[in-house]
């Protein structure tokens, strides 16, 4: 178990916790490799059939760590690289299970990006959010620049980023930023519930398939789209999740859906 981020598998939900609580889980290249890791090993275990983030203490993550950023700035740019993750920030973008971001409590700058990349936010009633880049001299970095505004809408990503003003979970919410705002002390339950209930009824192949489907989609136009969902659609027909999805049903019980098979997880390398 890493020191950075640690890992726990219960009822087909693994929860990966940001692990430097008296540096507000901030960023550094060894959580990123060690989060990265868990990710895909995630991605691989029949027992795991979604995923939680969160982090430990009273924050989410702070950003990056201020030690790293003070040695880019003395121009240790060549050993910076090199500690760095060579997989991009997306990566769990590719991850053929759904992540869910439990925020419970201040997120900035890569900490927002890595909520970003998950598929879906709950956070905390009164998180602070900020992108904070433009108030660091720096760009829209590592993708925010692509996936805030299909969240929110060009405006809205160019007022967040631009300003670097700290938002709320209440305002996120109405932005749309993020799915739920939940009382702090409930946060990491009721996102486990939500969890569980996706392991429980949903079928994995049709949650990886609608993964890709969407991300993908974002590039496609309408046309493309419908042509490849009709071609899945065809497929799932003879798929055996189809058979039991329809046969829970009727005999109203609880579906009992394989893990992902090879071809799904071959899909998203």
Not at 70 to 76: E, K, M
Not at 116 to 130: N, P, Y
Request: aromatic share 6%.
């Amino acid at each position: 178990m890493s020191e950075v981020v640690q890992s726990s598998i219960e009822d087909g939900v693994a929860v990966l916790t940001l692990n430097r609580p008296e540096r507000l889980n901030a960023w550094t290249a060894e959580m990123e490799r060690s989060y990265f890791d868990l990710l895909a090993d995630c991605g691989q275990r029949d027992d795991v059939r979604a995923i939680v983030v969160t982090g430990a203490g009273r924050g989410f993550c702070a950003g990056a760590d201020m030690d790293e950023l003070r040695s880019i700035g003395d121009g240790n740019l060549e050993a910076a690289a090199r500690d760095r993750d060579t997989r991009p920030q997306a990566f769990p973008l590719s991850i053929p299970k759904p992540i869910i971001a439990a925020i419970n409590g201040p997120v900035a700058g890569i900490g927002l990006v890595q909520a970003l990349m998950c598929d879906l936010r709950f956070a905390a009633e009164g998180a602070k959010i900020t992108t904070a880049f433009a108030r660091r001299g720096l760009v829209a970095e590592h993708g925010i620049s692509w996936i805030l505004p299909r969240l929110i809408g060009p405006a809205r990503a160019l007022d967040l980023l631009l300003s670097g003003r700290i938002v709320l979970a209440g305002e996120a919410a109405e932005l749309g930023l993020v799915n739920r705002v939940l009382p702090p002390e409930s946060l990491r339950d009721e996102t486990l519930s939500y969890a569980r209930e996706l392991a429980a009824r949903s079928s994995p192949a049709s949650m990886a398939a609608m993964k890709r489907q969407v991300y993908a989609d974002l590039e496609r136009g309408l046309t493309d789209a419908v042509a490849e969902a009709n071609r899945l659609m065809v497929e799932s027909f003879g798929a055996p999740d189809f058979a039991e999805g329809v046969a829970s049903f009727v005999e109203r019980r609880d579906p009992r859906f394989a893990p992902l098979g090879s071809a799904e997880l071959q899909e998203t390398r």
